[in-house]
């Protein structure tokens, strides 16, 4: 499509232009300050002498959080919670979604179980009952607290089952004929073909369990079991005095604790920057296979 | 004789028939195992805790339980609405989850215009991917990153501000200004994920709508105004409808991290305020009670955005 490059639409583009720039710049660029500030000396981060490139640079920070025992010991706890909760949730995932893409005459109860599912996401018991109930069967301060309740996650069953329905019936058919039982036909047919989807769901799924920190927080009574969110909402959030000892005091003198915050703060950040582009890729696929149909 | 014949036919299609569903059922027992698990788990952590709603019925003690402790009536419900702040933290919650929704539906379909209008590949691919970014991003993060650099004293946004002449401005604690640096973080958060759903409903429009209009003789703005805005119509529509149901989930993850004592008086949501009565001051009856109504508006907010989104879209979750 061509235009005359009139002087107003001329214009328009360089204002186009620079304020898409703009929106970019201030998504970009509190990241890259923060992990400017983690690279510099705390002088010149409380200072305000950085911006986007680090002012006497030096890792300390770094050195820091990474000797700090609890910051290490709350990212172990996070990578096991997404190594267990991950699976758990994509098996669940997979057996409800198989049956709720069923047709009524596959399996009568198909609308039964269908809302009972969606009535899970239409009405939340609240935050005082569900915490009664975890601690009633007795996951409280467990690993499990954090992955057991939320095992089934529904808006997944909700994409996949989407995506189950819109497979061919052919295909299903004819091994059906062959006497093939339902696991064979969601093993052998159903999931060779939504890799796609099932790439969408286990990110989200993985994202889920990364970025969690309510549940850590009210659920462990320990500190030592926070994973690596919760860990950080008490550290940079909080700031509650009673989790420094005396050597980290003494430290804080040397290293700011706004440049050891930075620091902690990216080392939060790489893992999902490093899964960004694939979230990238497979969000769209997963929006357009799950969302709006019309 | 024809109708010993008829009855005969009739008992064996009958028998047929019954054979039929056992083998029906029989094809059907291992959708059941399939469920079972995932039904369990939902009995019990989403459905466990609807009953256990009934604690906003009751003089709540943890030692006794569900089920030994006293019942009294609707007095947790008395004592909520007597409370002085109750009205203000609904008035806060609607507020802010109001102007969220609104400026979460005009920011990502300006911003997917306007990059409709980048014909520079790479430049369009480059900031789709940076505003993408911090939906991504937990609000923990977010906020360590939002309290750092909106900081008074040595945050860079105030140092910024200060070079054009500006007094510091205490944006997390100033009571004023506080929902609003609410509402724009969020924005900031999520505007890049509303963005990429209008690209993509952008992409489904039919290009010979362009041409003809260019031969027409329609500008870039003709063309934005009646062929762009209305053929992404209907997933604003149905995006609008959707986030209304969201209308009491003010969000907690994101105030709970952001918010202190200083700004209570206008960043106190309803779900804050559960949080602290209930969590951390044991008033587990009232607590309860406030969440209980809450997700019963919610729930009726929810289900009727679905119904009007269903009947302006055909738009259906199942």
């Not at chain 1, 609308?111 to 009535?119: G, V």
């Not at chain 1, 990364?210 to 950080?232: A, C, E, R, T, V």
Request: charged share 15%; net charge positive.
């Amino acid at each position: 499509m061509k235009f005359k490059k009139s002087p107003g639409y001329i214009l328009f583009l360089i204002m186009n232009y620079g304020v898409l720039f703009f929106l970019a710049a201030t998504c970009f660029f509190p990241i890259l300050h923060v992990l400017a500030l983690s690279m510099s000396s705390s002088t010149a981060a409380s200072s305000g002498r950085v911006l986007i490139l680090p002012v006497e640079f030096n890792l300390q920070s770094y050195r820091y959080v990474i000797e700090n025992n609890a910051f290490l010991k709350a990212f172990a706890v996070s990578a096991e919670r997404v190594a267990l909760g991950v699976p758990i949730n994509m098996l669940l995932t997979v057996l409800s979604a198989y049956p709720l893409s069923r047709r009524k005459e596959q399996f009568r109860m198909k609308t039964f179980f269908t809302w009972f599912f969606l009535i899970t996401i239409l009405f939340s018991g609240g935050m005082i009952p569900w915490y009664m109930v975890i601690k009633e069967t007795g996951l409280l301060d467990t690993i499990w607290a954090m992955i057991i309740p939320g095992a089934v996650p529904v808006f997944n069953v909700i994409l996949l089952v989407n995506y189950f329905r819109s497979i061919p019936a052919e295909l299903e058919e004819a091994a059906y004929m062959d006497g093939a039982s339902h696991w064979c036909i969601l093993w052998k047919i159903f999931l060779p073909i939504s890799v796609p989807t099932l790439a969408t769901v286990t990110l989200f799924s993985m994202l889920n369990h990364w970025n969690s920190w309510f549940d850590g927080l009210i659920l462990m009574n320990n500190p030592d079991k926070y994973p690596l969110q919760s860990y950080m909402q008490t550290i940079v959030i909080s700031r509650d005095p009673t989790t420094l000892t005396e050597r980290d005091l003494d430290l804080l003198k040397i290293i700011s604790d706004k440049t050891t915050k930075s620091a902690q703060l990216f080392i939060a950040m790489i893992p999902i920057i490093c899964v960004y582009p694939f979230l990238q890729k497979y969000f769209t696929t997963g929006l357009i296979v799950g969302g709006i149909k019309g | 004789m024809e109708e010993l014949e008829l009855k005969g036919a009739g008992t064996a299609m009958k028998s047929a028939m019954r054979s039929r569903k056992v083998q029906q059922l029989k094809r059907e027992i291992p959708l059941y195992i399939m469920l079972m698990p995932a039904v369990v788990i939902l009995l019990v952590y989403a459905y466990g805790p609807m009953v256990g709603n009934v604690i906003a019925f009751q003089r709540f003690l943890p030692g006794k339980g569900l089920f030994g402790s006293e019942f009294i009536g609707l007095e947790n419900f008395v004592y909520m609405f007597k409370m002085p702040n109750i009205w203000s933290v609904v008035y806060n919650t609607v507020f802010i989850s109001g102007m969220k929704i609104v400026l979460g539906i005009i920011v990502p379909v300006t911003v997917a215009l306007m990059l409709n209008e980048v014909h520079h590949i790479a430049f369009k691919r480059t900031v789709q991917t940076i505003i993408y970014l911090p939906y991504f991003l937990s609000w923990v993060i977010l906020s360590g990153i939002i309290i750092t650099i909106l900081s008074p004293s040595d945050g860079i946004v105030n140092q910024l501000l200060g070079y054009i002449g500006i007094e510091p401005i205490f944006f997390l604690g100033d009571e004023k200004i506080f929902p609003y640096t609410i509402v724009v973080t969020d924005v900031w958060k999520n505007f890049g994920f509303g963005t990429i759903v209008y690209l993509t409903a952008l992409t489904s429009i039919d290009p010979n709508l362009y041409e003809a209009s260019l031969i027409d003789g329609a500008n870039r703005w003709q063309q934005t105004v009646h062929i762009t805005l209305p053929g992404i119509s209907t997933t604003i529509i149905l995006l609008s409808v959707i986030s209304v149901g969201n209308i009491l989930n003010a969000g907690f993850e994101q105030i709970f991290n952001l918010y202190s004592p200083m700004v209570y008086s206008t960043g106190d949501i309803l779900d804050t305020l559960v949080y602290r009565m209930g969590i951390q001051n044991y008033q587990f009856g009232v607590a309860t009670a406030i969440g209980l109504i809450k997700s019963v508006v919610a729930t009726i907010f929810i289900v009727a955005s679905n119904k009007a989104a269903e009947k302006i879209g055909g738009y259906r979750v199942f």
